[in-house]
């Protein structure tokens, strides 16, 4: 069911100047009016000024619960969260949160509706937000809610950073040498959906084009396909995001990670066109593995940031054997859903891997796990994820040393042996506490670090 403009909205702020019979305030900004939403008592919203994002110190930032676990883990780590800004500035910086929904809780809320629109006219109003897992009702014509609000809002770079956090359990001999972040395309490849199932109509006309216009004649008589469309614009939009992320936090080098080797104008053209992008917008601050070894003998210059490349393949093994070779990672689609959720079982798994989906404006934090519905309001399950996801939030607003007190209190509370369920069952002498135990304890290690 779609969210019906008709239905009566109220103003998002008593504090909103009068509005005219047009629904404009006597201002120059349209006034944006809500059905569900109820807007915080106090809190500013986040805006830009030639495109650079200005915080205040009161910001507006939205949640989605989230289904399943959802309530478990975003009460947890909302209450992380407030402690650190609230002892990292003395009062002086709040978050004023403000409540917008997706999944099994809009469905009550707005019969039926699981993705109402309003949510997405509260992400661009208000820029900034983290959200819990949520169901992808089963059955058909549901696109998943995850997709729908990273293709809707056009949130073009998935985040992930990936490393060790001291004391958690991992596979690996040196999980410390782990610390990536990788981008992943958002839009396009996989996610762009353009298939023509086996038998249908438009199956057989594409492939009769194929085979006749095009002289593509190696595939099988009722093949399924898939078009995998990668275009300068969508790939070099991503790159640029993961070299200026590099630039921003001091990183040394970003690997453009391809299959293009097998397939050379859609994933060997992302590779091309991120060398070129590199030396087209970054010239002074980047340089490529070919000039490093022809000039500089092998060592990247101060400063520099190493752009180089690597096939998909050989990643996975790479960040087995070698991972300290790699820094921030930029791929395509499909690579960066096998490698983002590889890399996080590396360090700890899904539990505790966290999130960001970001476009130009607006950006999207959130639990990369699902909603484990097992587990639903039984306050057992790791907040990590989701609460590592407000840590790049918090980041994201530069707001580090609340960002850092986090986790270094996380630490703290991992070498004193407090975990949720699933690290006990894989630490030795754990003991296991609950979800909202495990935020009490890391509240107050907070005054410890
Ligand atoms: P899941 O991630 O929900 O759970 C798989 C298992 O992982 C759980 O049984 C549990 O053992 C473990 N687990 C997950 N989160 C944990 C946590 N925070 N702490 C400890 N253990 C945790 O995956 P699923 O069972 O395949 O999917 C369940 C639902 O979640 C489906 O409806 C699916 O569509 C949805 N989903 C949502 C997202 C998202 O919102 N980003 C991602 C994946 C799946």
């Not at 293009?260 to 002074?284: H, S, V």
């Not at 991972?323 to 959720?341: F, K, Q």
């Not at 079982?345 to 639990?367: K, M, Q, R, S, T």
Request: hydrophobic share 35%; net charge negative; aromatic share 10%.
């Amino acid at each position: 069911m779609e969210y019906n403009p008709s239905i009566r909205r109220t103003p998002i702020y008593d504090i909103m100047p009068p509005v005219n019979e047009d629904g404009a305030y006597e201002g120059d900004q349209q006034v944006m009016t809500y059905d569900r939403i109820k807007a915080p008592e106090s809190g500013e919203k986040i805006s830009f000024s030639n495109g650079v994002m200005q915080t205040p110190d009161n910001p507006i930032l939205l949640f989605i619960e989230g289904d399943g676990i959802g309530y478990d883990i975003m009460t947890a780590s909302k209450r992380i969260w407030d402690a650190a800004v609230a002892k990292a500035y003395g009062g002086k910086r709040q978050v004023s949160w403000m409540e917008v929904y997706a999944g099994e809780k809009a469905a009550g809320l707005y019969d039926g509706d699981y993705m109402p629109e309003e949510t997405f006219d509260a992400f661009r109003e208000y820029k900034v937000g983290i959200k819990g897992p949520l169901t992808t009702p089963v059955g058909g014509g549901f696109r998943s809610l995850n997709v729908t609000l990273r293709q809707v809002l056009d949130l073009y770079s998935c985040v992930r950073p990936v490393r060790w956090y001291a004391g958690v359990p991992s596979p690996l001999k040196q999980p410390e040498d782990v610390d990536v972040v990788i981008f992943r395309e958002n839009t396009e490849d996989t996610y762009a959906g353009i298939e023509y199932e086996s038998g249908t109509e438009e199956n057989k006309k594409l492939a009769d084009f194929l085979k006749n216009e095009l002289g593509a004649t190696n595939f099988f008589e009722d093949a399924g396909l898939g078009i995998k469309p990668i275009s300068p614009f969508g790939s070099k939009r991503l790159i640029r995001a993961a070299i200026q992320y590099a630039i921003d936090r001091k990183r040394k080098s970003v690997t453009l990670v391809h299959k293009g080797n097998i397939q050379k104008f859609t994933e060997g053209a992302f590779q091309r066109w991120g060398y070129e992008l590199a030396c087209e917008e970054f010239p002074e601050q980047t340089i490529s593995w070919d000039e490093v070894a022809a000039n500089h003998g092998g060592n990247v210059p101060n400063g520099k940031i190493l752009i180089q490349d690597t096939i998909a393949d050989i990643m996975f093994q790479k960040m087995l054997l070698r991972p300290r070779e790699h820094d921030v990672i930029a791929t395509t689609n499909l690579n960066g859903d096998y490698l983002s959720d590889a890399l996080a079982a590396e360090v700890g798994g899904v539990g505790i891997a966290p999130g960001a989906n970001i476009g130009d404006e607006i950006a999207l934090f959130e639990a990369t796990h699902g909603t484990a519905p097992k587990y639903t309001n039984k306050d057992m399950v790791n907040p990590g994820s989701l609460l590592f996801s407000g840590v790049m939030m918090l980041e994201h607003l530069d707001w580090f040393e609340a960002a850092d007190m986090i986790t270094r209190a996380y630490e703290k509370t991992i070498d004193q042996r407090y975990v949720t369920y699933d690290f006990a069952r894989q630490m030795e002498n754990a003991a296991k506490v609950a979800t909202s135990e495990f935020a009490t304890r890391i509240i107050e290690n907070m005054d410890r670090v």
